[in-house]
């Protein structure tokens, strides 16, 4: 089992284990222009996790060229979003940390989730930047696969 | 009819002209009057630069209330699908009923201008204070994560609201 905790970091599995404290959202259906299908997001907003359960066969990635595909493979982060290919499953109370409860799912058939910031913090940035250097390009999200050295790997 | 026209009322007419004729006006000053204890201040601007000022502001507010406005329908379409999701993990619809359901609701991301896009992201940053992620993004004005990702990370500040931009609570 891995762990990945760094921004842009992403999961693909046919089965996705889905928790967080907070309660899972969900948007509207959208027709993915990569997969052809209609797809469903969901988003985590706190304490959130999303474990590979049952991996792709073949272990082939759909969505995004650096998403984790081995079993076990697991996000672990604050805001957590992506998409299924179903509708996610009934959501179950599970005990979470200490006596905090934590809301589980899981996407069957096909699922996506990626680790995300909220955008502010990265519009922060970049005011922040400009007003310490005359620079005016935007400086870039970290993106999926990036920063390899700083993700966290840990043997459970 | 420009602002200035529709704005103030004529005061004072010298001379005549012929009605029928259309009037060509060669001086046309919006003028100011301002003053203080021992002063008066005269001032004035043409006509035609401060009616030009005035369409582009409003021009500009009406773009932000058409975003904003945008965003409040998602939010209106997001909550009346939540409905049906509600009513499928409460069991009173089987999961064949929901998708069926479901797929009035779904859309093809759309192809948007990247500058619009981060003007509209500037936007909703000024005006709210929720800490959206680029998946909500990308819901809210209907394109995909990665066209929010790209978008953010490069275009250049001034398209993102500059320096103004309220990002903070």
């Given at each position: 089992m891995t762990l990945f905790v760094s921004l842009g970091e992403s999961v693909e599995a046919i089965v996705l284990r889905l928790m967080s404290r907070a309660p899972i959202f969900t948007d509207t259906p959208v027709i993915s222009p990569t997969l052809g299908v209609v797809t469903y997001p969901f988003r985590m907003t706190q304490n959130s996790e999303a474990e590979i359960e049952t991996p792709l066969a073949p272990r082939?990635?759909?969505?995004?060229?650096?998403s984790h595909l081995d079993p076990g493979d697991m996000l672990l982060g604050v805001r957590i979003a992506g998409h299924s290919t179903k509708p996610l499953s009934a959501l179950q109370l599970i005990q979470g940390t200490g006596a905090h409860k934590a809301c589980q799912s899981r996407c069957k058939d096909f699922g996506y989730a990626r680790l995300e910031i909220p955008l502010r913090n990265v519009l922060n940035r970049i005011v922040g930047s400009a007003t310490n250097a005359p620079a005016e390009a935007a400086p870039a999200i970290?993106?999926?696969?990036?920063?390899?050295?700083?993700i966290a790997r840990k043997g459970k | 009819m420009s602002f200035a026209e529709a704005t103030f009322l004529p005061l004072l007419n010298f001379g005549q002209t012929d009605s029928d004729k259309p009037v060509t006006t060669s001086f046309d000053y919006v003028i100011r009057l301002q003053s203080a204890p021992g002063l008066i201040n005269i001032s004035g601007a043409p006509t035609r630069a401060l009616d030009a000022a005035l369409r582009q502001s409003l021009e500009s507010w009406q773009a932000r209330c058409m975003v904003l406005g945008g965003v409040i329908d998602r939010f209106k379409v997001r909550e009346t699908y939540n409905v049906h999701y509600r009513d499928y993990l409460l069991g009173h619809l089987s999961e064949q009923e929901f998708e069926t359901a479901a797929a009035q609701f779904a859309y093809t991301p759309q192809s948007m201008d990247a500058a619009t896009l981060a003007s509209n992201i500037g936007v909703l940053m000024s005006y709210t204070t929720e800490e959206f992620t680029p998946s909500d993004v990308a819901d809210l004005f209907r394109v995909t994560t990665e066209f929010v990702d790209d978008t953010v990370s490069q275009l250049p500040l001034a398209l993102v609201g500059g320096s103004g931009m309220q990002t903070g609570r």
């Open positions: 082939q990635w759909r969505v995004c060229q650096q970290e993106r999926r696969g990036a920063a390899r050295g700083r | -």
